[in-house]
């Protein structure tokens, strides 16, 4: 390994801090200057975390780097250590991707806001303390980037401060978080007693050998901590609400990246340290907590009101596909979990990202007034769809694929083991897919298509700078939908084996064959089977084909026009029309501004629906436009009626209020109730641990 | 004599949880997270207690096979375990002063915009 | 050669051509038996294709309010897709264009055409459109877990030789049912059919269960504004559903079956797909009046799914 690329991490993880500070001193002076700051301090990173892709991901080395060059001494870790692993790398690409994006976005989207600088900093120290989490060897300095990514997290969620309900989100994370902090101590200083060692690599070399009651206690608290991180089910209430309020380039890096590394804790604590993760107890609990999160918050996401809101239900419905994935234990599953984890990021920072821009244009979140916004950002909605496809996991996008790999992960495992158990968990999964589609629905209907609420009349399309983030997120959810051999080839595959195999791990940080001494076995790279059934690619192709082909048909002969202006200038050209307008009788084809006018004050009037782009040109020679082209109404005088939001699957709905209900009362808002949840699960998942593990 | 500070260390993380889950007052639940973090400094500071050990302060020189001294990395946990603890607080602290200008109250089952 | 082959196979048999026809045929089949049931004489066989050639013919309206793209393109790709979705149901032994296929990648497929056909609505911006997907949404939302039982008892069956256990591949699955007999005859695959002739209706949206399309309470609801060439291709869509969902009965429960003959093979099919029809389609159709919303999801949620379930089990059990 060359020396240079070991330097790389630090570099990265330093390059955010460094900015931070650097746009704390200097950001308020000039607003370019701190932009090409900004832009910097994301970029770099980025570009070195993608170097490191051809060492660590292709070659399969591992970059370790200590602090203050304190190397281990007989095999002893004594200083601090950057270990990068191809998990570490792929979740710091998560991290780095996710900044990159999220910085561009805020550019225009954070323009209407003051005090930016504060803003860049806090971001900048998020990804920083994101990164320092993914690439550090050290339990300890984990909880401390934990920490730090807490504090700014809490500080962004709450940076619209009169934002309605920005300081209650923060709050809330702020003090529900807090037991996972404390869990997370315990665990780690539990750890401590036993091994006396804070390294990654020397904890996982001594802890396996060395299991009693304090250390799965130990597992216990570290499994609640990075639960708490990831915001899995009971847990989760904070995380809707923080990313509800938060601007929406903070509510994408919440669900892209913050829940990952809350997933990405739970499999090196899992796999790695304890390496227990094959043991059926440790299986049924973490991928019960995973399904749990996936039904009952797609469900919830029913329930909302609010854009944001049920995108943030959304992304911990996501989360606990992956950690039902990863929990299976199995190559397969890791390598779904990973996929779907990166995916995840990938589509719902599309999805926040359009939600954001839906805010910027239309002032609103409301899905039960917005509607029909389609006409107005055709851009925006197209990119919607892009996103909306994915997560729900239709082919050929990235959701699909990462779906598969779960359902095939979960069933294989069930009949493995010949547990029913995890046959229940492949059926919630795939329920909870039809019904995130369903969600889905909603969405676009009362949001981006059926009829547009008079009120948002002057929405325009957001700036071009806006949508460039959201084309770089589309564009990665297509392509990694249709080439998913090459993504778990080059990218999940030596990320899940890196993860099972950690043998190598500890060899590489502790010198070798230390791995060997301490009794375990380095596993065999496990070849992962290729989603070979289905070939997106020719599907694509063949799909496009016959759909143009299709559309040429019924193309090739069509004489008359389709919409009312090009029907009203064919007619006009072939002489058969007259007009007339409210003044009284014109000849055809003469130029009639006045009617360009006048039927303007006749559409303002309540209940008739005005489009200013089509208005005048379209008249009959009554006077009104042609009440052909109006939506159908059974000869009833037009309106605005809008089916969007809470009206939809009221049926649906009223079958399962008992349920919803209850989950409403569930999440009450209370910050007391959120903190009992809590520590519930903690007692459970101690018991559970100390019970069966 | 390490037993009770484990019992204790546990005694204030259950003390604080306790009062976070039960306390409506923002300010006490704010109390609560402060009890949960000093049990949890407690325990790691207990966890590198050697009974009868010095203080880990020494030259190269002096260090012996036979010195007999505490952990000093649970100390230096601590340390920055309390100064994370310090910042919690003054976040908490903050946000409460711009809640209460907001909401009017300091009770946590009126502050409850988010729900459902 | 090669090239004309696969061609061939895609355009004619068992590709387009091939679907459209027996869609339509399968489709007016049952609108002329269900008028027997109810003692009239009914349309003649082709009628569907009568319609398509109507429709095609009729000026296309777009509402001033809708997303006039969306709203016209929307169609085709739904009939792009279900027309695709059918090559990936081996046919009668025949060999598939892609090679391989697999049950998840259908059952996707097939919510991508009722999501094609919801987006249509929606971008048509009528209210009635608005009730009609949400309706749609819910019977999807109701078959999808019979469907789920019964895709993972099939894969489960099918599985017993592979090394993993299970197999999502209809060409594992077809190739298993040649060597152990097919699984229309299993004992334990016996509730799993019997859902799946549940859930082939619901999936198509014929009657009984055609909740979204309620022409006398929603004016046809998701087809409200759709008039002249969408709709006809919203129609063709309709049919080809029809056929994929009756071939793919076939494939999983009757595959296998060789007679040496290819033609015969093929014949044998077709009855099947026509049996399946009149079983599940025409039967409920002439016997039931259409059924709510929340019936049509109770209704699957319990019945259905619990059948579904006892199939998945008695499998799971080794029966």
New interface residues.
């Given amino acids: 390994m060359s020396a240079a690329v070991s330097n790389f991490p630090i570099i990265a993880i330093i390059t955010f801090f460094l900015g931070a500070f650097l746009i704390a001193l200097i950001g308020r002076l000039n607003k370019v200057l701190r932009n090409v700051l900004v832009f910097i301090s994301v970029t770099v990173p980025l570009v070195l975390m993608c170097l490191l892709i051809k060492p660590v991901m292709t070659d399969g080395q591992i970059v370790a780097y200590w602090m203050g060059n304190w190397a281990p001494v007989s095999d002893w870790a004594i200083g601090i250590g950057i270990e990068v692993d191809a998990l570490g790398l792929f979740f710091g690409l998560i991290v780095t991707l996710a900044a990159f994006v999220s910085a561009l976005y805020s550019f225009t989207y954070m323009n209407r806001d003051d005090s930016l600088e504060n803003y860049y900093t806090l971001f900048l120290m998020l990804s920083g303390a994101l990164l320092g989490l993914t690439q550090s060897g050290d339990l300890?300095n984990i909880f401390?980037m934990i920490?730090i990514m807490?504090?700014t997290i809490?500080?962004l969620t709450?940076f619209r401060?009169d934002y309605?309900?920005a300081?209650?989100?923060?709050?809330?994370y702020?003090?529900v978080g807090?037991?996972g902090?404390?869990c997370l101590?315990?665990g780690?200083?539990?750890t401590?007693?036993q091994l006396?060692t804070?390294n990654l690599a020397q904890i996982a070399s001594k802890l396996p050998g060395n299991m009693n009651a304090v250390t799965i206690a130990a597992f216990a608290f570290l499994l609640v901590g990075f639960i708490t991180k990831a915001s899995l089910f009971p847990f989760h209430p904070i995380e809707?609400?923080a990313q509800?309020?938060a601007p929406a380039s903070i509510s994408l890096m919440i669900s892209g990246v913050i829940t990952k590394c809350g997933v990405y804790g739970l499999i090196r604590v899992c796999y790695n340290l304890f390496q227990n993760i094959d043991a059926p107890s440790v299986e049924i609990l973490i991928t019960g907590f995973g399904a749990l999160s996936c039904f009952i918050c797609v469900t919830m996401a029913f329930?909302?009101h609010n854009f944001k809101?049920l995108l943030a239900f959304h992304s911990i419905s996501q989360v606990g596909y992956v950690i039902a994935a990863a929990g299976l234990g199995t190559a397969l599953g890791l390598n779904a979990g990973l996929y779907h984890a990166m995916n995840h990021l990938l589509f719902k920072g599309l999805l926040f990202l359009c939600a954001g821009a839906v805010e910027y244009a239309a002032g609103t979140l409301d899905l039960d007034r917005l509607g029909g916004l389609s006409k107005k950002m055709p851009k925006t909605c197209a990119l919607f769809l892009i996103g909306a496809a994915s997560i729900s996991g239709l082919p050929p996008f990235n959701g699909f694929a990462s779906k598969w790999l779960i359902y095939q992960a979960s069933f294989e495992k069930g009949v493995s083991s010949g547990n029913f158990y995890f046959v229940v968990i492949c059926v919630i999964c795939l329920i909870s897919s039809v019904l995130t589609l369903a969600s889905f629905v909603k969405v676009s209907q009362s949001v981006f298509f059926g009829q547009l609420n008079p009120e948002f009349e002057d929405t325009k399309e957001v700036p071009a700078a806006m949508r460039i983030p959201m084309w770089i997120l589309a564009v990665l959810c297509i392509v990694t939908g249709l080439f998913p051999n090459q993504v778990m080839k080059y990218v999940t595959g030596p990320a899940a084996n890196a993860a099972i195999n950690v043998g190598t791990y500890i060899d590489t940080m502790l010198g070798q064959n230390t791995a060997a001494e301490y009794g375990i076995a380095s596993q065999a790279t496990t070849e992962i089977g290729k989603i070979g059934i289905w070939s997106p690619v020719s599907w694509l192709l063949l799909l496009l084909i016959i759909t143009c082909a299709v559309c040429l048909v019924s193309v090739i002969e069509d004489p008359k026009k389709t919409t009312e202006e090009e029907r009203f200038e064919y007619n006009k050209s072939k002489g058969r029309i007259a007009k007339f307008s409210r003044d009284g009788f014109k000849a055809a084809g003469k130029e009639l501004p006045e009617a360009e006018n006048a039927p303007a004050e006749e559409y303002d009037k309540p209940g008739h629906h005005r489009n200013p782009v089509l208005s005048g040109s379209t008249m009959t020679f009554t006077g009104e436009r042609d009440p052909k082209y109006e939506v159908f109404f059974s000869g009833e005088m037009p309106e605005y009626s809008q089916v969007g939001g809470s009206d939809l699957f009221w049926g649906f709905k009223h079958s399962w209020r008992r349920y919803f209900s209850y989950w409403?009362k569930w999440?009450?808002?209370?910050?007391?109730d959120y903190?009992?949840y809590g520590?519930a699960a903690l007692a459970f998942v101690l018991l559970y641990a100390v019970l069966f593990v | 004599m390490i037993l009770e500070n484990f019992v204790a260390s546990f005694f204030l993380?259950a003390l604080?949880?306790y009062c976070?889950?039960?306390?409506?007052n923002?300010i006490k639940?704010l109390i609560g997270?402060g009890l949960?973090?000093y049990?949890?400094n407690l325990?790691?500071v207990s966890?590198?207690f050697n009974p009868g050990g010095t203080a880990p302060i020494f030259t190269i020189s002096e260090l012996s096979r036979d010195s007999f001294f505490v952990?000093p990395?649970?100390q230096a946990?601590t340390l920055?375990?309390i100064v994370?603890g310090a910042?919690?607080t003054a976040?908490?602290l903050g946000?409460?002063i711009?809640?209460k200008a907001?909401y009017g109250t300091l009770d946590?089952?009126k502050?409850?915009?988010?729900?459902? | 050669m090669q090239v004309l082959l696969v061609a061939f196979h895609i355009l004619v048999f068992p590709g387009l051509l091939f679907e459209i026809l027996m869609g339509i045929l399968l489709l007016g089949t049952c609108n002329k038996l269900v008028a027997r049931m109810q003692n009239r004489v009914g349309p003649p066989i082709i009628q569907p294709w009568y319609d398509f050639l109507k429709c095609c013919g009729k000026e296309t309206i777009v509402p001033r309010a809708a997303n006039r793209n969306i709203y016209l393109g929307i169609p085709y790709v739904g009939l792009g897709i279900i027309l695709s979705t059918a090559l990936f149901i081996p046919f009668a032994g025949m060999k598939l264009v892609f090679g391989q296929s697999d049950l998840i990648v259908i059952l996707y497929l097939l919510t991508f055409v009722s999501v094609c056909m919801i987006i249509g609505a929606a971008a048509s911006s009528s209210p009635w459109a608005g009730v009609g997907l949400s309706r749609e949404m819910v019977a999807m939302i109701s078959y999808e877990l019979p469907f789920v039982f019964v895709i993972l008892a099939v894969a489960r069956e099918a599985g017993r030789g592979t090394e993993a256990g299970m197999t999502f591949s209809l060409a594992d699955i077809v190739a298993y049912q040649q060597t152990n007999g097919s699984f229309f005859l299993h004992p334990a695959l016996i509730p799993a059919w019997i859902a799946m002739l549940f859930v082939i209706p619901c999936e198509i949206g014929m009657h009984p269960f055609d909740v979204a399309e309620a022409e006398t309470e929603i004016c046809e609801g998701t087809l409200a504004e759709y008039s002249g060439k969408p709709l006809a291709a919203f129609k063709l869509t309709h049919c080809v559903k029809l056929f994929v969902m009756t071939s793919l009965f076939a494939a999983m429960f009757c595959g296998g079956i060789n007679t040496g003959i290819p033609v015969l093979n093929v014949l044998i099919v077709i009855l099947i797909c026509f049996a399946v029809m009149f079983v599940s389609m025409a039967l409920p159709h002439g016997a039931c009046a259409r059924f709510k919303t929340e019936q049509v999801f109770r209704f699957y949620w319990t019945f259905v799914s619990g059948i579904a379930l006892v199939g998945l089990i008695l499998v799971w059990c080794g029966f």
């Fill in positions: 300890f401390v920490e807490t504090m809490v500080a709450a401060v309605d309900g300081l209650e989100g923060g709050l809330k702020m003090v807090s037991i902090s404390t101590l315990v780690i200083a539990m401590y007693r006396h804070l809707a609400d509800t309020v329930n909302q809101r409403r999440h009450s808002g209370i910050v007391n903190v009992l520590v | 993380i604080g949880l976070m889950a039960t306390k409506k923002l639940i997270m949960c973090d049990g949890a325990l790691i966890v590198g952990d990395v649970p946990l920055t375990s994370i910042c919690t976040m908490v946000l409460v711009r809640i907001k946590s089952t502050i409850r915009k988010l729900r459902g």
